[in-house]
Nanobody
Framework: QVQLVESGGGLVQPGGSLRLSCAAS????????IGWFRQVPGKEREGVGC????????DYADSVKGRFTISRDNVKNTLYLQIDNLQPQDTAVYYC??????????????????WGKGTLVTVSS
């Protein structure tokens, strides 16, 4: 069974940085695209970005461009979201997700197959 466990969230001051991790198990890592999403209570879940199995990256939210970077470590089977210059508006629960991507062309907006439980990021002074 595929399992995803996020970590690295917490309280950070505006302008600070965080690196979220997502430990993955139970799958062939290189065959999956990575998606990072976030959700604020009462609002729709927002796609942050996507990294295909061929490491082609796409930023979906204009507000995160230039500040959020998705990466993977195939040896450790771990996914990452580096967030720089955090702002209060970035406060949300952040989720990692996977989708089968055998040819390296997957668009995460087409839906994901596996989801983690999320990790809370709070940006406040």
């Amino acid at each position: 069974q595929v399992q995803l466990v996020e970590s690295g969230g917490g309280l950070v001051q505006p302008g600070g940085s965080l690196r979220l991790s997502c430990a993955a198990s139970g799958f062939t890592f290189h065959d999956y695209a990575i998606g990072w999403f976030r959700q604020v209570p009462g609002k729709e879940r927002e796609g942050v970005g996507c990294l295909s199995s061929s490491d082609s990256s796409t930023d979906y939210a204009d507000s995160v461009k230039g500040r959020f970077t998705i990466s993977r470590d195939n040896v450790k089977n771990t996914l990452y979201l580096q967030i720089d210059n955090l702002q209060p508006q970035d406060t949300a629960v952040y989720y990692c997700a996977l989708a089968l991507d055998l040819d390296g062309t997957y668009d995460c907006r087409d839906g994901m197959d596996h989801w983690g439980k999320g990790t809370l990021v709070t940006v406040s002074s």
